[in-house]
């Protein structure tokens, strides 16, 4: 019997409010008010109040705010790299780098 021990306790929402409030906090930091933000990224005004107030935006918008305050390198970078617990998973990615799809029960 193989045990992983997650210590990650954050939920999707914590995250999100996490990304929310980073985003906000770096807006801030720019100078910028809600209406620049837009202008610079392309996003609605009230969407980007809905995204700082109640953490909710699609990732095309959320990416597109990233990039307009200068995060595209922090983008790039996100999942770039496998992570792993154990030298079994490891060994599972160096396995699988080079394919291209997974199979599931629908492909056959």
Do not use: C, W
């Not at 980073?22 to 109040?49: F, M, W, Y």
Request: glycine fraction near 2%; avoid cysteine.
């Amino acid at each position: 019997m193989n045990l992983i021990y997650d210590f990650d306790l954050d939920t999707p929402d914590e995250l999100l409010e996490i990304l929310a409030r980073n985003l906000h906090q770096r807006r801030l930091e720019k100078g910028l008010s809600r209406d620049a933000l837009s202008k610079l990224s392309g996003v609605p005004t009230p969407t980007i109040a809905k995204f700082e107030q109640k953490h909710t935006i699609s990732l095309a918008a959320f990416v597109s705010m990233a990039k307009a305050l200068g995060y595209s390198k922090d983008i790039k970078e996100l999942l770039s790299r496998p992570l792993y617990n154990t030298m079994e998973e490891l060994e599972t990615i160096n396995r699988n780098k080079n394919r291209k799809r997974v199979r599931n029960e629908m492909d056959q």
